[in-house]
């Protein structure tokens, strides 16, 4: 039986896998990796940098297709649609890599971002695949460091407070109000920076983009004071690289 890991590796450093994702690493024979285009190939050198990190070289193959294009212009209804049918493109590109590039009695490993659990599609897209049941196969998840946790570690300060939630949450639906009964608000997939829209009110925003990379850029304070510098180092650090992946938190003060 083919057996797959769905490994997470952290947020870009390779000092942040932790012990169960490098013995993982070391009995994959096969990894897989989605090229995301030009713009991104440094993506696919920081996961290449990573192995290297862990692995003897020459001990591993390396496998790489091309990811599909995401229909980001649907909007409103359409948003869900559009996301399901990338994941099913998905879907037939991991199940051709499995089945022809993975031996009956190998083990073969995807690489993810961060904690394969939070706002990753790879585990929904592995049951879809058993689901059609064209190609059998085991897997097993190993945790790791999400770019949340990351963000909070290098701004020196907790997830929450004490007795208080933390809820995690898209740009998208931060555009639609800040979330009831919360103070304190990670947002993520935000590529329209909504956190703008609440300058007015008395939010802290602790912001981090390309955690755990040599890129990484760090900024944090009043949203009113703090905003135009994120602005500012955003569109720089997109006109550098052509492609920019961030996170934050808005903690909120108390109130009356």
């Known amino acids: 039986m083919r057996k797959i890991h769905v490994i997470g590796i952290g947020a870009g450093d390779p000092d942040q896998l932790t012990l169960q994702a490098v013995k993982a690493l070391r009995s994959t024979d096969v990894f897989f990796i989605l090229d995301k285009g030009e713009v991104k190939s440094d993506l696919v050198q920081l996961r290449r940098d990573i192995l290297d990190a862990h692995i003897p070289q020459g001990s591993y193959r390396l496998v790489e ?13 359409a948003y869900s649609p559009a996301v399901g049918d990338w994941r099913s493109a998905r879907a037939d590109i991991y199940q051709r890599l499995i089945a022809e590039e993975l031996g009956e009695d190998e083990s073969g490993a995807f690489l993810v971002w961060g904690d394969p659990a939070l706002y990753d599609s790879t585990l929904g897209i592995l049951e879809e695949i058993l689901e059609r049941g064209a190609v059998a196969f085991t897997y097993e998840v190993v945790p790791g ?5 990351a963000l909070v570690a290098r701004h020196r300060t907790g997830l929450n407070r ?7 949450t898209t740009g998208r639906r931060l555009a639609e109000g800040f979330p009831e009964g919360v103070d304190d608000v990670v947002v993520m997939l935000d590529a329209h920076q909504t956190f703008r829209q609440y300058a007015d009110e008395d ?38 690289k052509g492609w920019i992946m961030d996170t934050y938190l808005l903690r909120r003060h108390p109130r009356g």
């Open 162 to 168: 004490v007795a208080h939630p933390v809820q995690i």
């Open 145 to 149: 460091i999400s770019s949340v946790s």
């Open 65 to 77: 297709a091309r990811d599909p294009d995401r229909d980001r212009s649907a909007g409103g209804a």
């Open 203 to 240: 939010i802290d925003i602790y912001w981090g983009a390309y955690i755990g990379t040599p890129d990484e850029i760090l900024a944090s304070g009043p949203i009113a004071e703090t905003a135009p510098r994120i602005e500012r180092l955003r569109a720089e650090a997109r006109e550098r």
